[in-house]
């Protein structure tokens, strides 16, 4: 019996050793599982759920959550500390970057083009030059046909009907980029409304949507409006984008190609915040779009955690920018920003 028993305690030692042996890479893929939450921009909001879903086939463990709030509100949230990363198109200010008290590094993900969308039934297309735009936007003009929108579009057709202006209700980045670039070729728009990311429009008829999913739907629901969304916002919806004129004196609609002629010769400082007001070539109106990470974060894990999605983005998530209209991060860019954020990441 003696002996007996010794054999049973055998059999039972070595199959708990051998359950504990197979369960243990499940139990270590729990302990390391990690859940990230950032929130900011609408504009790149459909490429950081795209990324999101991605990701999660080279690395199961890693969940990644993103709300689309506005760059104001990613700001916001990342000095608070709220999120583990935040989303903005208009980069960080110094005294923004001051009251982040875990520090930030920027980090660009893409670039994009802002597409001028209007409804104007009977008119498909439709030129708007460095002059005409920003007063436009300014109050100068509040008649589709004015004498200055006749004149970019002769033998177009344009209504004696006022201009319903579509702008943003929050805080935006794709706002920045607009009113960054109309504010750089016109000195009175820069003077009367500047660029800024909440700017206070002083214009009639004035509707306000929320993110660009809602500047689009009230753009595509209200006959005679202009607003201004994220270009792959204005494809989706099959809204028509006008054609904007260039430095060159080109009038140049919104693309994918356009964005990256604009885009190629920016030069990206040792913080990575460039600010892109009228680019020599392409189209005129680019810009950025960056995650803001934390230098320091509550937990090893949790660092790691935010390395390995940096990482993924900036090497295999940039295969899928092209596919939803946003340009990629150069190269030379992308090495510099990893070593940034792998040394300092902790």
């Known amino acids: 019996m003696a002996f007996l028993s010794t054999i049973l305690n055998r059999v039972v030692a ?3 050793i051998t359950g504990a042996v197979a369960l ?27 990324y999101a879903r991605e990701v999660k086939k080279k690395y199961p463990d890693l969940k990644v ?25 208009a980069a960080m200010k110094d005294d923004e970057i001051a009251k982040v008290k875990n520090g930030v590094i920027l980090v660009p993900t893409a670039g994009g083009a802002v597409s001028v969308v209007y409804n104007l039934p009977g008119v498909n297309k439709l030129r708007l030059s460095r002059t005409t735009l920003p007063d436009i936007f300014s109050g100068k003009i509040t ?30 980045g794709t706002t920045f980029i607009f009113t960054n670039h109309l504010s750089a070729i016109n000195g009175y728009f820069k003077g009367r409304i500047g660029a800024n990311t909440a700017p206070k429009w002083t214009l009639p008829n004035v509707l306000k949507g929320k993110g660009n999913p809602g500047v689009a739907a009230l753009v595509r629901s209200t006959p005679g409006s202009i607003g201004y969304v994220e270009y792959d916002y204005a494809t989706k919806n099959k809204l028509n ?14 693309s994918l190609a356009a964005a990256n002629s604009a885009l190629s010769t920016v030069k990206f400082p040792d913080n990575y915040r460039v600010f892109i007001g009228d680019p020599g070539q392409g189209y005129p109106i680019v810009g950025l779009t960056w995650m803001m990470v934390y230098k320091k974060y509550p937990t090893p894990a949790k660092a790691e ?31 510099r920003v990893l070593q940034t954020v792998n040394s300092n990441v902790k």
């Open 241 to 254: 984008s006008a054609e904007v004129q260039n430095k060159k004196g080109e009038f140049v609609a919104p």
């Open 24 to 50: 243990s890479p499940m139990l270590s893929a729990i302990a390391q599982a990690e859940t990230l939450n950032g929130a900011g921009a609408t504009f790149p909001a459909p490429l950081y759920e795209k």
């Open 65 to 89: 959550n993103y709300q689309a709030i506005g760059s104001g509100g990613g700001i916001r949230q990342t000095i608070a500390g709220t999120v583990d990363f935040g989303g903005s198109d």
């Open 305 to 335: 955690a935010m390395k390995k999605w940096i990482n993924w983005v900036l090497k295999d998530g940039q295969q899928y920018n092209d596919d939803l209209n946003y340009t990629k991060i150069p190269g030379d860019v992308v090495n």
């Open 14 to 16: 070595t199959s708990v």
């Open 143 to 172: 008649k589709w046909d004015d004498a200055k929108i006749k004149a970019d579009n002769p033998g177009v057709n344009l209504p004696n009907s006022p201009i319903k202006f579509v702008v943003r209700a929050d805080g935006s």
